[in-house]
T-cell receptor, first 116, second 114 residues
Framework: EPEVTQTPSHQVTQMGQEVILRCVPI?????FYWYRQILGQKVEFLVS????????KSEIFDDQFSVERPDGSNFTLKIRSTKLEDSAMYFC??????????????FGNGTRLTVT | AQTVTQSQPEMSVQEAETVTLSCTYD???????LFWYKQPPSRQMILVIR??????QNATENRFSVNFQKAAKSFSLKISDSQLGDTAMYFC???????????FGTGTSLTVIP
């Protein structure tokens, strides 16, 4: 079964540094998402992306964050100047269409970001 | 605003027994979607079961079934014949019919005891 893949599995960075998290969604999926999960807390929506533009974003997704689909396969999340509170597990997800009960989200394994 | 509440942070069940995980939500929407996702130690979030709010029939997927009570805004997950591989964090999630944002609960950590 096709999977969403994320790299790296663990990223350590220093506060103030830029970091790029990478995702390869399932190939025939059209909608892409980033979620994050701070340790011990719930999974939170960051952003959804369709047709090469952001379709929705949460209040967490401020100017420090950006997303890009640089080619036909990758979907990236960039954090420009990392803060300690950005430490979390970041999940990429994709779906075939507008997320519904018939096209639910398929998640990757996550990238654990540690900001020191 | 939509909120999802899972009031059981941790649960355990004996192998082969049945366990029910609770989830309640708050919304003013009449139609919406509800999901249970499983997050095993491997970290990947896996869809377990899904339900459309306008369908009165409770969804069932093999050993997994839900008890959807729309008036009470309750969406519990029942796992029958629990297996060791069911050990995971379980997240209840809500989604409006418009938009693509999922709202997750805080999760229930389930341990199946051999």
């Amino acid at each position: 079964e096709p999977e969403v893949t994320q790299t790296p599995s663990h990223q350590v960075t220093q506060m103030g540094q830029e970091v790029i998290l990478r995702c390869v969604p399932i190939s025939n999926h059209l909608y892409f998402y980033w979620y994050r999960q701070i340790l011990g807390q719930k999974v939170e929506f960051l952003v959804s992306f369709y047709n090469n533009e952001i379709s929705e974003k949460s209040e967490i997704f401020d100017d420090q964050f950006s997303v890009e689909r640089p080619d036909g396969s990758n979907f990236t999340l960039k954090i420009r100047s990392t803060k300690l509170e950005d430490s979390a597990m970041y999940f990429c997800a994709s779906s075939t269409g507008t997320a519904t009960v018939n096209s639910p989200l398929h998640f990757g394994n996550g990238t654990r970001l540690t900001v020191t | 605003a939509q909120t999802v509440t899972q009031s059981q942070p941790e649960m355990s069940v004996q192998e082969a027994e049945t366990v029910t995980l609770s989830c309640t939500y708050d919304t003013s929407e009449n139609n919406y979607y509800l999901f249970w996702y499983k997050q095993p130690p491997s970290r990947q979030m896996i869809l377990v079961i899904r339900q459309e709010a306008y369908k009165q029939q409770n969804a069932t997927e093999n050993r997994f079934s839900v008890n959807f009570q729309k008036a009470a805004k309750s969406f519990s997950l029942k796992i029958s014949d629990s297996q060791l591989g069911d050990t995971a964090m379980y997240f209840c999630a809500f989604m409006k019919p418009t938009g693509n944002q999922f709202y997750f609960g805080t999760g229930t950590s389930l341990t199946v005891i051999p």
